[in-house]
């Protein structure tokens, strides 16, 4: 079956440190994105991908990068961590660039800096 | 730009007894709703949506929305609730033209108690 999943689940690091959260999806799904979920703001887009070699920024995406060298990754790397990424990580694709589509979305990664 | 409010964020229910979770939106463009469940430790599942047609939509386990567009509402009900619905859910939106990129309200916990 076809599926996502996030490495690693669970994440402590130290301020300041580079950290990279993986997502591999096995959909072939051209559209892959990533969200942040914390108490009391849901979920918040972070960075997203119609295809290889496109991002674009989201609307939380100051501290955070990705890229898309193929259709089933799209690592999200945060260059200097802070206090204020402690958060769940969930990463979602989809099939089309129609509005109506569905998002699939992986189990989460939960990061936590110190 | 559109938002999402849910402003129940949490709701206690008897076994057995009905529910309903409210979700009103804004967007200045036509939407595509949506209804996401997460139970605990795990990703988002899509529980039912709203594309077109008929203005109530079901999904397989009991629950039903109604979208009402005078009122921007897209109310979540289930007339008879299970233990096994204990779980956070998640109103979201697309809007036409702009890809699958979802918008998100801040959630709202079910627990069911018997």
């Known amino acids: 079956d076809a599926e996502i999943t996030q490495s690693p689940r669970h994440k402590i690091t130290e301020t300041g440190r580079q950290v990279t959260l993986a997502c591999h999806q096995t959909?072939?799904?051209?559209?892959m994105f990533w969200y942040r979920q914390d108490l009391g703001h849901g979920l918040r887009l972070i960075h997203y991908s119609y295809g290889v070699q496109d991002t674009n920024k989201g609307e939380v995406s100051d501290g955070y990068s990705v890229s898309r060298s193929n259709t089933e990754d799209l690592p999200l790397t945060l260059e200097s961590a802070a206090s204020s990424q402690t958060s769940v990580y969930f990463c979602?694709?989809?099939?089309?660039?129609?509005?109506?589509?569905?998002?699939?979305f992986g189990q989460g990664t939960r990061l936590t800096v110190v | 730009a559109q938002s999402v409010t849910q402003l129940d964020s949490q709701v206690p229910v008897f076994e057995e007894a009905p529910v309903e979770l409210r979700c009103n939106y804004s967007s200045s463009v036509s939407v595509y709703l949506f209804w996401y469940v997460q139970y605990p430790n795990q990703g988002l599942q899509l529980l039912l949506k709203?594309?077109?047609?008929?203005?109530l939509v079901e999904s397989i386990n009991g629950f039903e929305a109604e979208f009402n567009k005078s009122q921007t509402s897209f109310h979540l009900r289930k007339p008879s609730v299970h233990i096994s619905d204990t779980a956070e859910y998640f109103c979201?939106?697309?809007?036409?033209?702009?890809?699958?990129?979802?918008?998100f309200g801040t959630g709202t916990q079910l627990k069911v108690e018997l």
């Open positions: 959909w072939n799904h051209n559209n």
């Open positions: 979201a939106v697309t809007f036409t033209g702009g890809g699958n990129k979802l918008t």
């Open positions: 709203y594309l077109s047609g008929s203005t």
């Open positions: 979602a694709s989809s099939s089309n660039l129609g509005s109506n589509t569905e998002a699939f």
